[in-house]
């Protein structure tokens, strides 16, 4: 399998940071599943404002366009509805790791479905990448804390985030599918306004009467600074997953675990902060290792 090119390396790095960055905001709002559906409104907007700009021909999508994009969104808006539930309770610097798991399932995605072969120095990067994952949920370094990750499963936030990385790797493989199908600007313009329908019926319950606009009074500066910030997440990952093979894309991607871990100690206090940033330091290894794989 070829090498990352160092353009498809920067677009997924850079959209790295800004997964991140929203994910905080996230964790800072209140009601976590409303505030994820204002950061649609606000992103979606940008967009179609984005692609109005262009003046270019809207691409008919195929049939099968609009299935990937259908089979995505699902899976998307799943996982953003299991990470608000893994943020409820869990720390950042915890939850988020854990809710990027997917590089567990996406080179096996990548192998059977695309026919991907990785290289020695690229597995060994997965691997390290995977060993980081499992390491930060520790809280000391010691062979008494070798299992905790497993009895950790007792926890609904890590069940619920875990869940979220393994629905996540799902959709990327669609979305994979959907890139080398369709452009990558306007792939994620469907795929933004099928996921905007399916948050806005799931809104649509009683038990969500009233919640709506008292998010926004509760934190407009926060949607609006998370809608730029997560168009540019969306839109910089496509364009390098067009670019990259998936098995070294989303684990590329999961650089912004050291980020996230990075603003839980230092801003939000979270606990464990030197076993989380050791873990970090090996997730940050490993990309490396994919990158010149």
Known sequence: MQAMSTEAFMLILFSALMHALWNLLVKRSRDKTVFIWWMF????????????????????????????VLGGSICFVLYHLFNGRAYQTGDLSLAYPLSQTSMLYIPLWGMLLFGERLTLIGSAGILLVLLGTYSIQMRHWSLSELTRPLRNLDNPSVRAALMAGFIYSIGSILDKQGVMRYPPLYFTQLLVIAMFLLMTLNLARSSYRGRIRAEWRQSRWLILLAGPVMLSSFVAFRYGLQMAPVSYAVPVRQASLLIAVTIGVLFLGDSCGRVRFLASSLILGGVCLIKFG
């Open 41 to 68: 409104v606000s992103s979606g907007t940008l967009l179609n404002l984005l692609i109005l700009a262009r003046q270019e021909p809207w691409p008919v999508p195929t049939p099968t366009v609009l299935l990937l």
